[in-house]
């Protein structure tokens, strides 16, 4: 999924305060917990409550969009829905964003999520953690299914470094050490001798920007 | 807040110059809050652990225990006055955990015209209360326990049951007829609004019971007979797509929006628990303070409190059980974290002072008031800050 988190509404208020139309449009999409049309209700209460305390009555509509990075699903859904809107809030990710800021490039598109990374929720304890980078060359059948690139605070390719200390990271000693979680899961499988492979740099362009489909 | 000083009264209280040491009361006891001495034969109440579901009122046979809730003289005053009122002949018993509105009784027992008495398990209920009301000139008893594996005090229905069995026998071998007392079973659950419903399986992670489950392809589905009405995945629930019956988002909303204009400033909206307060039967109400009642505080929504303050509402105060106490699955704890992701939120535009979440419980019934008043002191004082 992709992780957000909520941007602080003095700064969503500041983005609206010129306008007093407003549609806030929700993603049923990625995040977690998706940021729907229940999302979409409170952040509308909320600002409301916050606009009376600035003397601004905003006046706002909610809906939501299975995903908005999706182009054509985003305009068939908020095309019609989109007349009086002076401004729109996005509840999105930045893709999300972005997509609306295409479909409708008159009006003023505003996040209310900072995106932060393709991740993971441990649910009971309530963490999002990082899992990929999207390098575009997998590399988790070598590597016991866990990412280095993404959950190495270096990004190494041939781990663990010299900083791995109780299987946490010297850079970060809550983080764990991904090449450790490596080693200890491809023991658990057998398979320890996939370490002694030597893995070249990558190739950055690998990750590209643009793929044909 | 200051436990020392509400801590003094309690609910349930023994009385041992009464007590036989007959064990009905401890061999009933969901709890274990009643034991009996091995030594001495001695029955001794452990009030903590007590959660004040007053079967050990209704069924001792010397009348050793007394409750401060809905006891006999209580209940008796309530009848008499609730008989004019309705003016009818036709009583309907009510555990709260499972009462319709007056449409719902009208639809499960075919009566348009009765007297409510609604509380929290029909199991508190003592005999003499149904021989009361047909000396009264009731004529007909409907009583409403929730579904044996709903009962929220595990045995107060079951053994409801059991008393309405052998009362039935009893009345009709004094020429009154047979089943004068008619009981019935309810228990209201989860709805889902398929046309809402994203597929997200946040449900499924919050239910306490594994009632929901997700199939892919197939969408969400729920087990009914594993939902105990928590509420809790319909406060959680992203597209807002679930809503529980008897407390769905519109009838809340219903009644908010009719409280907020009927109180004075500064106005107070109270969502409690039912069962972390027990209200009185003829409760008079201040006329800041007003209260709406949800089957667990799980299903108190962020849109409610948004909604109260929108509407005119000063102060959001929620009454909850601890986490110990909670007689669902310890939802309530889920309940405060939510309540307290708001507050961080409400922080952002200067509102967080005026909500507030606090854990009671009705062995100490001073317990919630000096919350309530300590609450009201601090909304008060917003007030006039504000001018």
């Known amino acids: 999924m992709i992780i957000t988190t909520q941007k602080p509404l003095d700064e969503i208020l500041d983005f609206i305060s010129p306008y007093a139309n407003i549609l806030i449009a929700g993603c049923d999409g990625c995040t977690q917990p998706p940021r729907g049309l229940r999302e979409a209700k409170t952040l509308s209460q909320l600002l409301e409550l916050g606009g009376k305390l600035r003397n601004k009555n905003f006046v706002f509509k909610t809906t939501t969009v299975a995903k908005q990075c999706d182009n054509y699903l985003a305009a068939s859904i908020l095309k019609p829905q989109i007349n009086g809107a002076e401004a729109v809030l996005s509840l999105a990710c930045g893709i999300g964003v972005q997509t609306l800021a295409e479909i409708f490039p008159e009006l003023p598109i505003f996040p209310t999520q900072n995106t932060h990374f393709m991740g993971a929720e441990e649910r009971e304890a309530g963490i999002l953690e990082v899992r990929c980078d999207g390098c575009g060359d997998c590399l988790l059948a070598v590597t016991g299914g866990i990412c280095p690139v993404a959950r190495c605070s270096k990004g190494l390719l041939n781990g663990a470094c010299g900083g791995s200390k109780q299987g946490k990271c010297e850079l970060d000693s809550e983080r764990d050490c991904a090449w450790n979680l490596i080693y200890e899961r491809l023991k658990k499988q057998g398979k320890l001798g996939l370490l002694k492979e030597f893995r070249p740099p990558r190739d950055y362009q690998l990750s590209g920007w643009k793929v044909t489909v | ?387």
């Open chain 2, 1 to 387: 807040m200051s436990q020392q000083v509400t801590r003094d009264i309690v609910a349930v209280k023994q009385n041992e110059d009464y007590c036989s040491h007959c064990s009905i009361c401890s061999s009933l006891c969901p709890y274990q809050a009643l034991n009996k001495e091995a030594e001495t034969g001695k029955i001794f109440l452990d009030i903590e652990k007590c959660q004040v579901c007053g079967l050990c009122y209704s069924t001792c046979p010397a009348k050793a225990i007394d409750t401060i809730y809905y006891d006999l003289d209580s209940l008796i005053n309530y009848l008499g006055k609730a008989k004019q009122e309705f003016d009818s002949d036709t009583l309907v018993i009510m555990c709260k955990g499972s009462a319709p509105d007056f449409s719902g009784v009208e639809k499960l027992f075919g009566v348009s015209k009765f007297v409510p008495l609604i509380v929290p398990c029909v199991g508190r209920l003592p005999e003499e209360i149904y021989f009361n009301a047909l000396l009264m000139g009731i004529e007909k008893i409907s009583v409403l326990a929730c579904d044996e594996d709903y009962c929220r005090y595990d045995r107060g229905s079951p053994v409801t049951g059991r008393k309405i069995l052998a009362l039935n026998l009893l009345l009709n071998q004094l020429g009154y007829g047979q089943e004068v007392i008619n009981l019935k079973r309810h228990s209201l659950k989860v709805m889902v609004d398929a046309n809402l419903c994203i597929a997200c399986g946040n449900c499924v992670f919050y239910c306490p019971y594994s009632a929901a489950k997700l199939a892919s392809p197939g969408g969400i589905n729920f087990e009914l007979s594993a939902c105990r009405g928590c509420g809790l995945c319909v406060a959680m629930c992203p597209a807002t797509a679930l809503d529980l019956e008897n407390w769905e988002r519109e009838r809340i909303s219903m009644l908010i929006s009719k409280l907020s204009p009927e109180m004075e400033p500064p106005k107070i909206l109270v969502f409690r628990c039912q069962w972390a307060v027990f209200p009185p039967l003829n409760g008079g109400l201040s006329p800041n303070i007003r209260f709406i009642d949800l089957p667990c505080a799980a299903r108190i929504d962020n849109f409610h409190i948004l909604e109260a303050f929108l509407k005119g509402i000063d102060g959001v105060l929620i009454a909850a059980c601890s986490e110990e106490d909670c007689k669902q699955e310890k939802v309530s704890g889920k309940a405060q974290h939510a309540i307290a992701t708001l507050g961080k939120r409400l922080s952002q535009i200067g509102f967080q002072d005026r909500l507030y979440f606090c854990t009671v419980a009705p062995r100490y019934p001073e317990e919630f008031d000096r919350e309530l008043d300590q609450f009201s002191q601090k909304i008060r004082a917003i007030r006039s800050k504000e001018g």
